[in-house]
């Protein structure tokens, strides 16, 4: 082989290479997601590539998330005496949808739960919320994640949408979530519980 043959192979060696690394980045941004359990204040990565500053809400029932500040999170009035709390949080962009996160006795079992409230053919995929294993379901019109322990269900949906704008949001509020179990509860196994005002905590 010529030298000047050589020099074309090589040169044409080396783009193939350049475009191949490339490729790789461009691929690797692509898959970035949203950053599990960041702390207030960080910045967190949507999956539309929307960076948000965070807050942290703190709620009395004993758990606690972050969440974009861009949405505002709000109490939904007039719950019954089994529910825990049972939140809102909407965006000023989107205003007829929202998160809802709603934490309520239950007597079924993960299992029978969602028999009653899932279809068999909607996608499914193991979840831990807090210290809890449940199940995170992609419906028609909304993805929820359900978890039970102790006769308490924790229940947070979203819409369904193709963008991952909810998505991203979601999965925000899901991986930086935290239970704090009452003393009572975890020496008795009991899940009694009061209710009262909740409240936003901005560390």
Same mark, same amino acid.
């Given at each position: 082989?010529?030298?000047?043959?050589?020099?074309?192979?090589?040169?044409?060696?080396?783009?193939?290479?350049?475009?191949?690394?490339?490729?790789?980045?461009?691929?690797?941004?692509?898959?970035?997601?949203?950053?599990?359990?960041?702390? $207030?204040?960080?910045?967190?990565?949507?999956?539309?590539?929307?960076?948000?500053?965070?807050?942290?809400?703190?709620?009395?029932?004993?758990?606690?998330?972050?969440?974009?500040?861009?949405?505002?999170?709000?109490?939904?009035?007039?719950?019954?005496?089994? $529910?825990?709390?049972?939140?809102?949080?909407?965006?000023?962009?989107?205003?007829?949808?929202?998160?809802?996160?709603?934490?309520?006795?239950?007597?079924?079992?993960?299992?029978?739960?969602?028999?009653?409230?899932?279809?068999?053919?909607?996608?499914?995929?193991?979840?831990?919320?807090?210290?809890?294993?449940?199940?995170?379901?992609?419906?028609?019109?909304?993805?929820?994640?359900?978890?039970?322990?102790?006769?308490?269900?924790?229940?947070?949906?979203?819409?369904?949408?193709?963008?991952?704008?909810?998505?991203?949001?979601?999965?925000?509020?899901?991986?930086?979530?935290?239970?704090?179990?009452?003393?009572?509860?975890?020496?008795?196994?009991?899940?009694?519980?009061?209710?009262?005002?909740?409240?936003?905590?901005?560390?």
């Amino acid at each position: 082989m010529s030298k000047r043959n050589l020099s074309i192979v090589l040169a044409v060696g080396g783009i193939l290479l350049i475009g191949l690394v490339l490729w790789l980045v461009v691929k690797r941004n692509k898959n970035e997601g949203v950053i599990v359990q960041p702390a $207030t204040g960080e910045i967190s990565r949507s999956l539309s590539g929307v960076k948000e500053e965070l807050k942290t809400y703190t709620d009395e029932a004993g758990f606690s998330f972050s969440y974009p500040a861009s949405l505002k999170v709000t109490e939904v009035p007039d719950q019954d005496q089994n $529910t825990y709390s049972w939140l809102e949080m909407a965006a000023p962009e989107k205003p007829n949808e929202k998160i809802t996160i709603k934490v309520t006795d239950t007597t079924d079992s993960l299992t029978s739960w969602l028999a009653k409230n899932s279809q068999n053919n909607w996608p499914s995929s193991e979840a831990v919320l807090g210290d809890i294993n449940g199940k995170l379901i992609k419906g028609e019109k909304k993805t929820f994640l359900a978890a039970i322990s102790r006769g308490i269900l924790f229940l947070i949906e979203a819409p369904a949408e193709q963008s991952g704008w909810w998505e991203g949001r979601l999965q925000t509020v899901i991986g930086s979530f935290k239970i704090q179990w009452p003393a009572a509860a975890k020496s008795s196994g009991s899940s009694t519980s009061t209710s009262g005002d909740v409240e936003e905590v901005i560390e």
